[in-house]
Protein backbone atom coordinates (compact mmCIF):
# COMPACT_ATOMS: atom_id res chain seq x y z
CA UNK A 1 0.00 0.00 0.00
CA UNK A 2 2.63 2.53 0.83
CA UNK A 3 4.55 1.86 -2.57
CA UNK A 4 1.17 2.68 -4.42
CA UNK A 5 0.54 6.07 -2.62
CA UNK A 6 4.35 6.79 -3.56
CA UNK A 7 3.79 6.03 -7.23
CA UNK A 8 0.41 7.97 -6.62
CA UNK A 9 2.26 10.66 -5.75
CA UNK A 10 4.96 10.38 -8.53
CA UNK A 11 2.12 10.45 -10.92
CA UNK A 12 1.00 13.66 -10.66
CA UNK A 13 3.78 15.21 -12.33
CA UNK A 14 7.60 13.07 -11.85
CA UNK A 15 8.86 13.38 -15.12
CA UNK A 16 11.21 10.08 -13.97
CA UNK A 17 7.99 7.80 -13.35
CA UNK A 18 6.67 9.02 -16.69
CA UNK A 19 10.19 8.16 -18.43
CA UNK A 20 10.59 4.30 -17.15
CA UNK A 21 6.38 3.73 -17.39
CA UNK A 22 6.77 4.10 -21.52
CA UNK A 23 9.78 1.61 -21.18
CA UNK A 24 8.91 -0.58 -18.72
CA UNK A 25 6.19 -3.67 -19.85
CA UNK A 26 2.51 -2.83 -19.47
CA UNK A 27 1.30 -5.19 -16.44
CA UNK A 28 3.63 -3.36 -14.71
CA UNK A 29 1.62 -0.18 -15.00
CA UNK A 30 -1.80 -2.36 -14.97
CA UNK A 31 -1.01 -3.76 -11.81
CA UNK A 32 -0.39 -0.34 -10.23
CA UNK A 33 -3.97 0.86 -11.77
CA UNK A 34 -5.56 -1.79 -10.15
CA UNK A 35 -3.84 -1.45 -7.01
CA UNK A 36 -4.93 2.40 -6.95
CA UNK A 37 -8.48 1.24 -7.93
CA UNK A 38 -8.98 -1.34 -5.33
CA UNK A 39 -7.83 1.03 -2.65
CA UNK A 40 -10.47 3.70 -4.27
CA UNK A 41 -13.05 1.74 -4.30
CA UNK A 42 -12.21 0.48 -0.70
CA UNK A 43 -11.97 4.16 0.49
CA UNK A 44 -15.39 5.17 -1.40
CA UNK A 45 -17.32 2.38 0.58
CA UNK A 46 -15.96 3.11 3.60
CA UNK A 47 -17.24 6.25 3.39
CA UNK A 48 -20.64 5.19 2.07
CA UNK A 49 -21.03 3.04 5.12
CA UNK A 50 -20.22 5.58 6.86
CA UNK A 51 -21.89 8.25 5.79
CA UNK A 52 -24.88 6.78 4.19
CA UNK A 53 -25.98 3.34 5.88
CA UNK A 54 -26.57 4.74 9.22
CA UNK A 55 -29.17 6.81 7.73
CA UNK A 56 -30.96 3.91 5.53
CA UNK A 57 -31.09 2.12 8.61
CA UNK A 58 -32.39 4.61 10.90
CA UNK A 59 -35.03 5.31 7.72
CA UNK A 60 -35.98 1.67 7.36
CA UNK A 61 -36.67 0.67 10.69
CA UNK A 62 -38.43 4.36 11.87
CA UNK A 63 -40.02 5.97 8.79
CA UNK A 64 -40.45 3.24 5.74
CA UNK A 65 -43.39 1.55 6.97
CA UNK A 66 -44.87 4.89 7.77
CA UNK A 67 -44.30 6.26 4.94
CA UNK A 68 -46.42 3.61 2.83
CA UNK A 69 -49.01 3.71 5.00
CA UNK A 70 -49.49 7.18 4.55
CA UNK A 71 -48.05 8.08 0.68
CA UNK A 72 -48.61 4.92 -1.33
CA UNK A 73 -52.46 4.84 -2.86
CA UNK A 74 -54.25 1.76 -0.70
CA UNK A 75 -56.25 0.85 -3.33
CA UNK A 76 -53.47 1.01 -6.32
CA UNK A 77 -52.37 -2.41 -7.21
CA UNK A 78 -49.24 -2.37 -9.67
CA UNK A 79 -48.71 -5.74 -11.50
CA UNK A 80 -45.25 -6.30 -13.59
CA UNK A 81 -45.94 -9.46 -16.43
CA UNK A 82 -43.65 -9.52 -19.28
CA UNK A 83 -41.58 -6.98 -19.15
CA UNK A 84 -44.98 -4.90 -18.62
CA UNK A 85 -46.08 -2.83 -16.05
CA UNK A 86 -50.13 -1.91 -15.22
CA UNK A 87 -52.55 -1.03 -12.79
CA UNK A 88 -55.82 -0.81 -11.97
CA UNK A 89 -56.05 3.10 -12.01
CA UNK A 90 -56.62 4.75 -15.68
CA UNK A 91 -55.17 7.52 -13.84
CA UNK A 92 -51.33 8.12 -12.76
CA UNK A 93 -50.79 7.95 -9.74
CA UNK A 94 -48.51 10.24 -7.74
CA UNK A 95 -46.49 9.38 -4.33
CA UNK A 96 -45.17 12.40 -3.24
CA UNK A 97 -42.01 13.52 -1.12
CA UNK A 98 -41.58 15.53 2.02
CA UNK A 99 -40.11 18.81 0.40
CA UNK A 100 -37.21 19.55 2.47
CA UNK A 101 -36.03 15.68 2.06
CA UNK A 102 -36.56 16.07 -1.78
CA UNK A 103 -34.64 19.56 -1.42
CA UNK A 104 -31.46 18.11 0.62
CA UNK A 105 -31.32 14.83 -1.49
CA UNK A 106 -31.47 16.73 -5.25
CA UNK A 107 -30.94 20.59 -4.63
CA UNK A 108 -33.84 20.76 -6.93
CA UNK A 109 -36.85 22.75 -5.62
CA UNK A 110 -38.67 21.59 -8.31
CA UNK A 111 -38.84 17.73 -7.67
CA UNK A 112 -41.91 16.85 -5.20
CA UNK A 113 -42.89 13.32 -5.96
CA UNK A 114 -40.71 10.46 -4.75
CA UNK A 115 -42.38 8.45 -7.64
CA UNK A 116 -45.06 8.95 -10.55
CA UNK A 117 -46.67 5.53 -11.64
CA UNK A 118 -48.28 6.01 -15.28
CA UNK A 119 -48.49 2.77 -16.89
CA UNK A 120 -50.69 4.19 -20.12
CA UNK A 121 -47.67 6.25 -21.25
CA UNK A 122 -44.25 5.79 -23.04
CA UNK A 123 -41.41 7.74 -21.49
CA UNK A 124 -41.47 11.03 -22.97
CA UNK A 125 -38.71 13.62 -21.50
CA UNK A 126 -41.37 16.59 -21.30
CA UNK A 127 -43.82 14.62 -19.40
CA UNK A 128 -41.31 13.44 -16.98
CA UNK A 129 -40.31 17.04 -16.50
CA UNK A 130 -44.27 18.32 -15.75
CA UNK A 131 -44.54 15.33 -13.08
CA UNK A 132 -41.58 16.80 -11.35
CA UNK A 133 -40.77 13.37 -9.87
CA UNK A 134 -37.01 12.09 -9.03
CA UNK A 135 -38.70 8.38 -10.50
CA UNK A 136 -41.52 7.37 -13.43
CA UNK A 137 -43.19 4.23 -13.86
CA UNK A 138 -44.08 3.93 -17.40
CA UNK A 139 -45.60 0.92 -19.21
CA UNK A 140 -41.95 -0.68 -20.30
CA UNK A 141 -39.35 1.40 -18.21
CA UNK A 142 -38.22 3.32 -14.65
CA UNK A 143 -37.24 6.17 -15.33
CA UNK A 144 -34.53 7.65 -12.95
CA UNK A 145 -33.31 11.18 -11.74
CA UNK A 146 -29.84 11.74 -11.67
CA UNK A 147 -27.57 14.18 -10.85
CA UNK A 148 -26.21 16.91 -13.27
CA UNK A 149 -30.00 16.89 -15.00
CA UNK A 150 -29.13 12.83 -16.40
CA UNK A 151 -32.12 10.47 -16.57
CA UNK A 152 -31.34 6.83 -16.54
CA UNK A 153 -34.02 4.58 -18.45
CA UNK A 154 -33.98 0.80 -17.13
CA UNK A 155 -36.64 -0.98 -19.02
CA UNK A 156 -38.93 -3.84 -16.97
CA UNK A 157 -37.88 -6.42 -19.16
CA UNK A 158 -36.20 -9.11 -16.99
CA UNK A 159 -38.19 -8.44 -13.89
CA UNK A 160 -40.15 -11.41 -12.45
CA UNK A 161 -43.74 -11.52 -12.84
CA UNK A 162 -45.13 -9.71 -9.56
CA UNK A 163 -47.44 -8.22 -7.77
CA UNK A 164 -47.18 -5.18 -5.57
CA UNK A 165 -49.97 -3.47 -2.94
CA UNK A 166 -49.55 -1.42 0.02
CA UNK A 167 -49.73 -4.20 2.30
CA UNK A 168 -47.31 -6.16 0.21
CA UNK A 169 -44.65 -3.48 0.40
CA UNK A 170 -44.99 -3.13 3.94
CA UNK A 171 -44.46 -6.90 4.76
CA UNK A 172 -41.68 -6.81 2.20
CA UNK A 173 -40.07 -4.21 4.35
CA UNK A 174 -40.73 -5.87 7.96
CA UNK A 175 -38.83 -8.68 6.15
CA UNK A 176 -36.09 -6.68 5.16
CA UNK A 177 -35.65 -5.10 9.05
CA UNK A 178 -35.37 -8.44 10.20
CA UNK A 179 -32.11 -9.56 8.40
CA UNK A 180 -31.04 -5.72 7.84
CA UNK A 181 -27.60 -6.82 9.13
CA UNK A 182 -26.93 -8.90 6.29
CA UNK A 183 -28.92 -6.58 3.55
CA UNK A 184 -26.37 -3.69 4.85
CA UNK A 185 -23.25 -6.13 4.16
CA UNK A 186 -24.59 -7.72 0.52
CA UNK A 187 -25.46 -3.42 -0.15
CA UNK A 188 -21.52 -2.08 0.87
CA UNK A 189 -19.95 -5.37 -1.43
CA UNK A 190 -22.05 -4.41 -4.12
CA UNK A 191 -21.08 -0.88 -4.00
CA UNK A 192 -17.49 -2.16 -3.78
CA UNK A 193 -17.77 -4.03 -6.90
CA UNK A 194 -19.68 -1.67 -8.91
CA UNK A 195 -16.99 1.43 -7.83
CA UNK A 196 -14.57 -1.30 -8.93
CA UNK A 197 -15.80 -2.90 -12.14
CA UNK A 198 -16.32 1.13 -13.26
CA UNK A 199 -12.83 2.27 -12.52
CA UNK A 200 -11.51 -0.93 -14.51
CA UNK A 201 -13.35 -0.24 -17.36
CA UNK A 202 -12.04 3.08 -17.50
CA UNK A 203 -9.30 1.17 -19.37
CA UNK A 204 -11.73 0.97 -22.34
CA UNK A 205 -11.79 4.86 -23.11
CA UNK A 206 -8.02 5.16 -21.79
CA UNK A 207 -7.02 4.07 -25.11
CA UNK A 208 -8.47 7.30 -26.83
CA UNK A 209 -7.18 9.26 -24.35
CA UNK A 210 -3.89 7.89 -24.69
CA UNK A 211 -3.77 9.92 -28.42
CA UNK A 212 -3.33 13.39 -25.91
CA UNK A 213 -0.16 12.29 -24.78
CA UNK A 214 0.62 10.80 -28.22
CA UNK A 215 0.30 13.86 -30.73
CA UNK A 216 1.69 16.18 -27.53
CA UNK A 217 5.21 14.31 -27.89
CA UNK A 218 4.66 14.45 -31.75
CA UNK A 219 3.84 18.09 -31.79
CA UNK A 220 6.91 18.48 -29.17
CA UNK A 221 9.09 16.03 -30.96
CA UNK A 222 9.60 13.68 -28.11
CA UNK A 223 9.63 10.32 -29.13
CA UNK A 224 6.88 8.23 -27.56
CA UNK A 225 4.54 5.46 -29.45
CA UNK A 226 1.01 4.79 -29.23
CA UNK A 227 2.01 2.30 -26.84
CA UNK A 228 4.12 4.09 -24.45
CA UNK A 229 1.54 7.07 -24.34
CA UNK A 230 -1.47 4.41 -23.37
CA UNK A 231 1.38 3.23 -20.58
CA UNK A 232 1.79 6.76 -19.28
CA UNK A 233 -1.65 7.27 -19.70
CA UNK A 234 -2.49 4.34 -17.39
CA UNK A 235 -0.83 6.69 -14.84
CA UNK A 236 -1.83 9.69 -15.72
CA UNK A 237 -5.74 9.46 -15.69
CA UNK A 238 -5.49 8.07 -11.72
CA UNK A 239 -5.16 11.36 -9.79
CA UNK A 240 -8.30 12.76 -11.91
CA UNK A 241 -9.87 9.21 -10.79
CA UNK A 242 -9.17 10.32 -7.12
CA UNK A 243 -9.69 13.86 -6.85
CA UNK A 244 -13.38 12.81 -8.40
CA UNK A 245 -14.22 9.97 -6.06
CA UNK A 246 -13.23 12.58 -2.93
CA UNK A 247 -15.53 15.24 -4.21
CA UNK A 248 -18.17 12.61 -5.03
CA UNK A 249 -17.54 11.39 -0.93
CA UNK A 250 -17.64 15.20 -0.16
CA UNK A 251 -21.14 16.23 -1.56
CA UNK A 252 -19.55 18.25 -4.19
CA UNK A 253 -22.01 16.43 -7.18
CA UNK A 254 -21.96 19.43 -9.86
CA UNK A 255 -18.35 17.71 -11.24
CA UNK A 256 -18.97 17.46 -14.62
CA UNK A 257 -18.87 14.14 -16.06
CA UNK A 258 -15.58 14.83 -17.90
CA UNK A 259 -13.90 16.32 -14.86
CA UNK A 260 -11.62 13.15 -14.60
CA UNK A 261 -10.30 14.04 -18.49
CA UNK A 262 -9.75 17.15 -17.79
CA UNK A 263 -7.46 16.48 -14.52
CA UNK A 264 -6.13 14.01 -16.84
CA UNK A 265 -5.15 16.44 -19.66
CA UNK A 266 -3.20 18.66 -16.94
CA UNK A 267 -1.07 15.79 -15.92
CA UNK A 268 0.23 15.32 -18.98
CA UNK A 269 0.67 19.05 -20.00
CA UNK A 270 2.50 19.32 -16.93
CA UNK A 271 4.80 15.94 -17.86
CA UNK A 272 5.03 16.80 -21.21
CA UNK A 273 6.54 20.36 -20.79
CA UNK A 274 8.61 18.80 -17.90
CA UNK A 275 10.12 16.43 -20.67
CA UNK A 276 10.42 19.08 -22.92
CA UNK A 277 13.08 21.03 -20.72
Not at 71 to 76: C, G, V
Not at 234 to 248: M, R
Not at 251 to 271: E, H, Q, T
Amino acid sequence: MKKTFEIFKKSLSDVSLYREAREAPLKVGIRYYIKAIFLLSLFATVAFGVFSVPQGVRFMKEEASLLVQERYPTDLVVTFKNGEASTNSASPSFIPGEKKTLKTLFNDDSIENILVIDTGSEYDGSVFDNYHTFALLTKHDLVMRGVEERVTIQPLRGIPEMTITSASLINFIEKLNNSLALFVVLSLVIVFALLFVGYLVYLVPLALFALIPYFLAWIKNIPLTYRGAYKMSVYAVVPGLALKTLFSIGGVFLVPAYFSLLIFMLVVFLVMKRMEQ
